[in-house]
C-alpha cells in the first residue's frame, strides 16, 4: 500500500516562496514518476510538474515554468515543490501524486494521490 502525505502549505504574502513536500511510504519502487497538481474549486485537476523517480527527469507546466522547480530526495522518498514569487493565482489545494505510468501530464494516470495541501497567497 502506499501512502503520500503533503506539507508545506500555508497563508503567504504574493512575492514570497513556499517549499511543498510530499513524503511517500509503500511500494515506492513501483513508482515511474511522482508529479504534483493543483485544484481549485469547480476547476478541474491542473498538472503543474512531475519527475521521474529514478533518473530525475523534470517536466513542467507551461505556465509554472520559471517559478516552480521539482526535486526528490530518493533516501527520504520525499518530492519537493519549490514555488518562488508567489501570486494569488497561485491559491488552491495543492495535491502529490504518484504514477507507474508514462503520462507524467495526466492526472488519470496517477494512481496513488496525498490529501492534499492548501497554499493561500494574499496580494
Known amino acids: 500500500q502506499v501512502q503520500l502525505v503533503e506539507s508545506g502549505g500555508g497563508l503567504v504574502q504574493a512575492g514570497d516562496s513556499l517549499r511543498l513536500s510530499c513524503a511517500a511510504s509503500g511500494s515506492v519502487f513501483s513508482f515511474n514518476a511522482m508529479g504534483w497538481f493543483r485544484q481549485a474549486p469547480g476547476k478541474e485537476r491542473e498538472f503543474v510538474a512531475a519527475i521521474t523517480w529514478r533518473g530525475g527527469s523534470t517536466y513542467y507546466a507551461d505556465s509554472v515554468k520559471g517559478r516552480f522547480t521539482i526535486s526528490k530526495d530518493n533516501a527520504k522518498n520525499t518530492v519537493y515543490l519549490q514555488i518562488n514569487t508567489l501570486k494569488p493565482e497561485d491559491t488552491t489545494v495543492y495535491y502529490c501524486?504518484?504514477?507507474?505510468?508514462?503520462?507524467?501530464?495526466?492526472?488519470?494516470?496517477?494512481?496513488?494521490w496525498g490529501q492534499g495541501t492548501q497554499v493561500t497567497v494574499s496580494s
Open positions: 501524486a504518484a504514477t507507474s505510468t508514462a503520462y507524467f501530464r495526466s492526472a488519470n494516470a496517477y494512481g496513488y
